[in-house]
């Protein structure tokens, strides 16, 4: 099975939190890379959190220090912790894997990862 699947998004106001989940069902491969990326309307796709196979982290630098990603030990959930949200933290999420294992070698690309989610909404209002 591969299958990636976002849950947490919704609506919050100028300075809130929020948690997003992404439920990662990734059996056909031994290991990946897990990212979260998001998309605003008009806009291309940017990545915002990944981590590595080693469980290095890799932030965008709009998002350092406010937002922080994880997985649990058994690699079947990643996490986005979001603080300190901002108007411009509105857009659809969106979990993605990179079963090569090679895709931060040039930064957080979307079309380096081959896997996604649905995406979850997340709108920020002041």
């Known amino acids: 099975e591969v299958q990636l699947a976002e849950s947490g998004g919704g609506s919050v106001e100028v300075g809130g939190s929020l948690t997003l989940s992404c439920a990662v069902s990734l059996n056909a491969y031994s290991d990946y890379i897990l990212a979260w990326f998001r998309q605003a309307p008009g806009e291309e796709r940017e990545g915002v959190a990944a981590i590595d196979t080693t469980g290095r982290q890799r932030y965008a630098s709009s998002v350092y220090g406010r937002f922080t990603i994880s997985e649990d030990n058994a690699k079947t959930t990643l996490f986005l912790q979001m603080n300190n949200l901002k108007p411009s933290d509105t857009g659809m999420y969106y979990c993605?894997?990179?079963?090569?294992?090679?895709?931060?070698?040039?930064?957080?690309?979307?079309?380096?990862?081959?896997?996604w989610g649905p995406g979850t909404q997340v709108d920020v209002s002041s």
């Open positions: 993605a894997a990179d079963p090569t294992n090679t895709a931060l070698t040039w930064g957080m690309r979307a079309a380096d990862f081959a896997i």
